[in-house]
């Protein structure tokens, strides 16, 4: 049987439609009540310069975990640093090797890297959200060499809820900070820096894809509508779960106030101890 390849389709809309080639945040140094996709683009690239600003002096050999498209790997190379990169993900693999057909990648989660390569640093910018700590730490303990780092840029839970769900909560994060022995070099919460994307996506969302979702919805009722009642008798808790994403969830997520009070997105630099 063929295996169906993965798709981030969030970075596929958003790279075919807005010419975007990562979904970082970014990092915004004034605040713009008129945030624009151009504008994204600025912040994104300086985010790229405020995380290379973080490496410690001495560190050659770097592997970017969830690297996306390659966007920040490139830059890295241009900088000098040797790097390799590590992300499960296939539409994103295809692009990568595009731009970048003399890294190394490994098409696999960073869980299960198979490597017996050594880094002076471990990146993650924006995917320690996605990663099993537990295991995460183990491995980067595994990879690293000594003195070695781990630099994650990401955002986190203030407390343990329902907000944001899928991401960890900085009690957690600094569990396994400890359990794993590793000693915080720095940490800089960055809140105030990315909240424009969040009022960037609420403006896409509201002009572009919701009025998208009513078109589609209302030319298939229009046109098939006993197949349109068919499907919504016998899918109709599915349909619910869709519409309630659509336009009560994703809403919710672009809302900068609430996730000003609470989420804390943080640069931390850890040191490894051996």
Same mark, same amino acid.
């Given at each position: 049987?063929?295996?169906?390849?993965?798709?981030?389709?969030?970075?596929?809309?958003?790279?075919?439609?807005?010419?975007?080639?990562?979904?970082?945040?970014?990092?915004?140094?004034?605040?713009?009540?008129?945030?624009?996709?151009?504008?994204?683009?600025?912040?994104?690239?300086?985010?790229?310069?405020?995380?290379?600003?973080?490496?410690?002096?001495?560190?050659?050999?770097?592997?970017?975990?969830?690297?996306?498209?390659?966007?920040?790997?490139?830059?890295?190379?241009?900088?000098?640093?040797?790097?390799?990169?590590?992300?499960?993900?296939?539409?994103?693999?295809?692009?990568?090797?595009?731009?970048?057909?003399?890294?190394?990648?490994?098409?696999?989660?960073?869980?299960?890297?198979?490597?017996?390569?050594?880094?002076?640093?471990?990146?993650?910018?924006?995917?320690?959200?996605?990663?099993?700590?537990?295991?995460?730490?183990?491995?980067?303990?595994?990879?690293?060499?000594?003195?070695?780092?781990?630099?994650? *840029?990401?955002? /986190?839970? &203030?407390?343990?809820?329902?907000?944001?769900?899928? %991401?960890?909560? =900085?009690? @957690?994060?600094?569990? !396994?900070?400890?359990?794993?022995?590793?000693?915080?070099?720095?940490?800089?919460?960055?809140?105030?820096?990315?909240?424009?994307?969040?009022?960037?996506?609420?403006?896409?969302?509201?002009?572009?894809?919701?009025?998208?979702?009513?078109?589609?919805?209302?030319?298939?009722?229009?046109?098939?509508?006993?197949?349109?009642?068919?499907?919504?008798?016998?899918? *109709?808790?599915? /349909?619910? &779960?869709?519409?309630?994403?659509?336009?009560?969830? %994703?809403?919710? =997520?672009? @809302?900068?106030?609430? !996730?000003?009070?609470?989420?804390?997105?943080?640069?931390?630099?850890?040191?490894?101890?051996?």
């Amino acid at each position: 049987m063929k295996k169906h390849k993965k798709v981030d389709w969030n970075l596929k809309f958003m790279r075919d439609i807005f010419g975007l080639e990562c979904l970082h945040f970014g990092y915004w140094d004034n605040f713009k009540e008129e945030v624009n996709i151009e504008e994204l683009k600025f912040a994104q690239s300086r985010y790229i310069d405020v995380l290379i600003s973080k490496i410690p002096n001495g560190v050659k050999r770097i592997l970017d975990v969830g690297c996306g498209t390659g966007e920040v790997a490139k830059r890295l190379k241009q900088e000098g640093f040797e790097v390799e990169c590590v992300s499960p993900d296939d539409y994103q693999y295809e692009i990568f090797r595009q731009k970048l057909p003399d890294v190394k990648f490994y098409l696999s989660k960073f869980e299960d890297i198979k490597t017996e390569q050594k880094y002076d640093l471990i990146l993650m910018a924006e995917s320690c959200q996605y990663l099993d700590l537990d295991k995460a730490f183990f491995k980067s303990k595994k990879l690293l060499n000594n003195p070695g780092y781990i630099l994650i *840029s990401d955002y /986190f839970r &203030k407390k343990d809820v329902k907000y944001y769900r899928t %991401t960890h909560t =900085k009690e @957690d994060f600094f569990n !396994f900070v400890k359990k794993y022995d590793f000693e915080v070099v720095f940490e800089q919460d960055i809140t105030e820096n990315v909240l424009p994307t969040l009022i960037l996506g609420k403006k896409i969302y509201t002009k572009y894809a919701l009025p998208l979702v009513e078109i589609l919805s209302g030319y298939v009722s229009f046109r098939f509508p006993l197949i349109t009642k068919i499907f919504s008798f016998t899918f *109709s808790k599915f /349909f619910k &779960k869709i519409r309630y994403y659509i336009f009560e969830h %994703t809403k919710d =997520k672009l @809302d900068e106030k609430k !996730f000003k009070e609470l989420m804390e997105y943080k640069i931390i630099l850890l040191k490894v101890k051996h």
